[in-house]
């Protein structure tokens, strides 16, 4: 037991090795002939490493006196902890573009990152791209900003809308009543052995704190229109929305809506299962491996029936920073310019399928016609502007942690009441902000 | 402490002796005038080791560095290993510590932290539920089976060494393999049960069943170990006992309950400590099987303790559960002592 400590030490300083064996330190100073390279991690996925060549490619063919250097962010058990490792061994690169907005108390904490708002362009840059509403759910503590809100997937609801049509649903629904009708009419048994099966949805249960990130927050944002779970270090979401929202999780799971199994492969995909909550990635997903007859469409994350009109949802963000490793700041800023630059957010969204956060992306013309030729997207850029980012502290993982374990002991196991079950784990969650 | 005076003792003995050798052996050579100046004086510091000391606390040994030197890989694998680490780990119960981030002081802030935390009771509650099944049958069967094999039966080397298998095997392969007898739908002990008609259960998927399946499981894995220290303890048995008990007409029951077991009783208070202390230590097996869960029914105290090192960076509060945990354990040995082995006496 005691050992612990030493052995995550060991780990630590292993993954600071891997991570200084992986950037690399010479880039960062001015090579012989006075030009200054920038290291770019990005993330690792294939298109979003082929977005950040081409670009960078660009970048460098204009500016032959700051060239950009791609690299893909180191793989570990999390990127988190690997840049949390970089920061502490100063291996970190010039610039991250994939830092997910909950993790950044923790890179203030280690000091890690340089505060962007202190360029007198910083305010106009993103006012130019968003709303001053929407920037300040990117604040930090202090006031100040540290990272530039970049791309977003929005969370939606996705359904088979041949597996509804077959069982008598019209119209996607949007309210919790008329997710839950739907739902009786879908989940039977179809081949008639007296098993069902056939399902409405699916929910990853098992309680690893990120899951609840994709279901019970945007479920929770929509009910309270974008409220957020902590005030200043205070649990918010002790509330009737929050009940709701295990309730109705809870009447899903009691009526065998959604199965208390775990899937092996993709249930949607299979047509067994109607529904589940995703992002705009799955239609790249779904584009390359369904059926010809698979039918699809999005429709809102459910929300309570005395809710009228357009709801909100989680952003599932991530932002670009500059780490305080960084020699030439101001040139990783113009860098950072170019990179959410109108015509690299076409790009993104053409090479990705992500979207910038980008106020008015379907009145832009320059974005017309990527939307017509991707309609699908559309309801996703409907909800870039209104769909919301996550409270970030140093505790965010424990208190979803919380939530995780409640919902399993609550509304998959029936353990104990909705009421119950989130009192507890609000209450957990304050005695864990409150021991600090 | 005894035996380790007594190990001074003999060094100190030994080198007195082995010093004397080669200055005899020159004398002997050499001119025996130095020898014989010597003769008188070096032979004392051995005979005052060698002659039992009247009262023992005047006695003054000279401290040999010889020694210091050769028990330090020792203290040098205790201060680094053990000693370290164990003052490290009690300065992290006052501090938010990350790994990546400086310290942060907070006081009392893990302890109130843990006394409020449902979930350490909670693993707690896991931990006496998991013992409460796994000791008595521990027990039973590995006294029914080192009591079989203590027999004359054929095979029985390979029944020995079979049953200590398990024991020898990675903890992880166990469980994996586990696993999947355990599986609902595909898994042995569910077709076994559909077979007889009886309906299958849930077993790592159910909060009931879950650590009722661990802590079969692990009694399967460390039986072995138990049937091994019985049959020491069985051997350990004078047959006359028995003799005389078979004279006086007693039946096979009454021998057993009336010499066998009496006589284990030290074996016994053996197997309930390590077991106890083994299912205080329980990880590996929630760790792989069922992650805690479902609804944190296989929690158990480490595997709590981990994951708030390695899933939150908490080292604080790790370790703070971490001593915690360890004072439960040495409570509950001292208590065990109390009890269990007083009453045979």
């Given at each position: 037991m005691s050992a612990r400590p030493l052995q995550r030490v060991g780990i630590a300083l292993l993954l600071a090795l891997v991570v200084s064996c992986m950037s690399?330190?010479?880039?960062k100073l001015t090579g012989p002939s006075g030009k200054i390279t920038l290291t770019y991690w990005s993330a690792t996925n294939a298109q979003e490493l082929e977005f950040a060549n081409q670009m960078a490619a660009e970048w460098n063919s204009q500016h032959t006196e700051v060239q950009i250097k791609v690299e893909p962010v180191p793989s570990g058990q999390s990127t988190e902890e690997v840049i949390l490792a970089a920061i502490a061994s100063n291996t970190t690169p010039d610039i991250y573009a994939s830092v997910f907005p909950g993790a950044m108390q923790d890179l203030l904490d280690a000091r890690g990152v340089i505060q962007l708002d202190e360029y007198p362009d910083f305010f106009n840059v993103m006012h130019e791209r968003m709303p001053p509403e929407l920037l300040e759910q990117y604040r930090s503590f202090d006031e100040h900003y540290y990272q530039v809100p970049w791309k977003s997937n929005p969370v939606m609801v996705i359904y088979n809308t041949r597996m509804l049509r077959e069982a008598g649903v019209i119209s996607l629904p949007t309210t919790y009543s008329e997710f839950l009708a739907a739902a009786a009419r879908v989940t039977r048994d179809r081949n008639g052995d007296g098993r069902i099966d056939q399902w409405m949805a699916t929910i990853d249960?098992?309680?690893?704190?990120?899951?609840?990130?994709?279901?019970y927050y945007p479920l929770y944002l929509a009910a309270t229109n974008g409220q957020k779970l902590l005030d200043n270090r205070r649990v918010m979401f002790d509330n009737e929305h929050s009940i709701a929202v295990f309730r109705f999780l809870h009447e899903c799971f009691a009526r065998g809506y959604i199965p208390r199994q775990l899937f092996q492969g993709d249930a949607f995909l299979d047509g067994r299962v109607a529904a589940k909550f995703t992002g705009p990635y799955s239609i790249s997903h779904l584009e390359r491996y369904?059926?010809?007859?698979f039918e699809y469409s999005f429709g809102p994350v459910p929300h309570p029936d005395s809710i009228a009109g357009q709801t909100t949802s989680y952003a599932d963000p991530k932002s670009i920073i500059i780490f305080?490793?960084?020699?030439h700041p101001r040139e990783a800023w113009e860098f950072i310019k170019f990179v959410i630059s109108r015509q690299n957010d076409l790009q993104l969204l053409e090479l990705t399928s992500q979207l910038p956060i980008r106020a008015g992306l379907l009145d832009d013309q320059a974005f017309a016609d990527y939307f017509k030729r991707n309609p699908r997207m559309v309801q996703f850029a409907e909800q870039v502007t209104t769909a919301r980012s996550i409270d970030s502290v140093a505790e965010l993982k424990e208190i979803f942690d919380s939530i995780a374990q409640e919902v399993e002991s609550?509304?998959?196991?029936?353990?104990?009441?909705p009421e119950q079950a989130v009192h507890d784990a609000a209450r957990r969650s304050q005695q864990i902000l409150d021991a600090q | 402490m005894q035996p380790e005076e007594a190990n001074k003792f003999s060094m100190h003995n030994k080198t007195g002796v082995g010093g004397q050798v080669p200055g005899a052996g020159k004398a002997g050579v050499g001119s025996q005038v130095p020898g014989a100046g010597k003769g008188p004086s070096s032979p004392t510091p051995g005979t005052r080791h060698l002659t039992p000391d009247p009262a023992p606390g005047t006695r003054h040994l000279t401290p040999d560095p010889v020694g210091y030197l050769m028990v330090l890989p020792y203290l040098l694998h205790l201060v680094v290993f053990v000693g370290y680490p164990l003052a490290f780990a009690f300065v992290l119960i006052f501090h938010r510590w990350n790994i990546y981030t400086p310290m942060k002081w907070v006081g009392l802030g893990n302890i109130k932290l843990l006394l409020t935390d449902q979930l350490i009771w909670r693993a707690l509650f896991n931990t006496l539920y998991f013992l409460l099944i796994h000791i008595p049958l521990q027990l039973i069967i590995a006294l029914g089976l080192a009591q079989l094999l203590n027999q004359k039966i054929r095979g029985r080397t390979f029944f020995r060494a079979s049953y200590f298998m398990p024991v020898v095997v990675s903890g992880v392969v166990v469980t994996i393999l586990w696993q999947q007898l355990y599986a609902t739908e595909t898994g042995l002990i569910n077709v076994l049960l559909h077979r007889f008609g009886l309906p299958g259960i849930e077993w790592l998927g159910d909060p009931r069943y879950a650590m009722p399946a661990i802590a079969i499981m692990a009694t399967w894995k460390n039986v072995g170990l138990y049937v091994v220290l019985f049959l020491v303890g069985l051997q350990a048995i004078p047959a006359d006992l028995y003799e005389a008990a078979e004279l006086d007409g007693a039946s096979a029951w009454q021998k057993f309950r009336l010499i066998t077991v009496p006589m284990l009783n030290p074996t016994i208070m053996l197997v309930l400590v390590l077991s106890t202390i083994g299912g205080f230590s329980l990880f590996i097996e929630p760790y792989v099987m069922t992650g805690g869960g479902p609804a944190n029914s296989t929690l158990s105290g480490i595997l709590y303790l981990y994951k708030q090192a390695f899933f939150f960076s908490k080292m604080g509060y790790a370790t703070t559960i971490g001593f915690f945990w360890a004072m439960i354990i040495f409570m509950v040995v001292l208590l065990q002592r109390r009890f269990v082995e007083t009453e045979a006496l």
């Open positions: 690399s330190n010479p880039a249960y098992f309680p690893i704190w990120y899951k609840r990130l994709f279901d369904r059926p010809a007859d305080k490793t960084c020699t609550s509304v998959v196991f029936d353990l104990k009441s | -």
